[in-house]
């Protein structure tokens, strides 16, 4: 067993290696893992000029996830960054918990 209760899905993707003077991408490694996304505190900052940026913590079922991928929110359809990841196990609820982060310009 994994999260008793998820609010969406989410995909994980990777960034590419491009070539010198090719846009990177990004490719989706994983997808469909139930999870839940919230806010650690409800805090909201503002970055430089009119940016704003929010972080999150995520709740996922098991997953190969790393800081410098991004997770997809399946329901909501927006990117958030990984900034650090941390498996938690124990009580037949085996997860990983990550911290994410999102810039809204």
């Given at each position: 067993?994994?999260?008793?209760?998820?609010?969406?899905?989410?995909?994980?993707?990777?960034?590419?290696?491009?070539?010198?003077?090719?846009?990177?991408?990004?490719?989706?490694?994983?997808?469909?893992?139930?999870?839940?996304?919230?806010?650690?505190?409800?805090?909201?900052?503002?970055?430089?000029?009119?940016?704003?940026?929010?972080?999150?913590?995520?709740?996922?079922?098991?997953?190969?996830?790393?800081?410098?991928?991004?997770?997809?929110?399946?329901?909501?359809?927006?990117?958030?960054?990984?900034?650090w990841t941390q498996v938690r196990?124990?009580?037949a609820l085996d997860h990983i918990?990550?911290?994410?982060?999102?810039?809204?310009?």
């Amino acid at each position: 067993m994994a999260i008793p209760i998820s609010t969406t899905t989410v995909s994980v993707l990777t960034r590419s290696q491009p070539e010198p003077y090719e846009a990177e991408t990004w490719a989706v490694v994983a997808s469909g893992a139930r999870a839940v996304i919230g806010a650690p505190t409800g805090r909201e900052g503002m970055a430089t000029g009119s940016a704003e940026v929010v972080d999150a913590v995520l709740h996922a079922d098991m997953l190969n996830l790393g800081h410098g991928q991004r997770v997809l929110d399946e329901r909501t359809m927006e990117t958030w960054d990984v900034a650090w990841t941390q498996v938690r196990q124990g009580y037949a609820l085996d997860h990983i918990k990550a911290g994410l982060r999102r810039v809204v310009r």
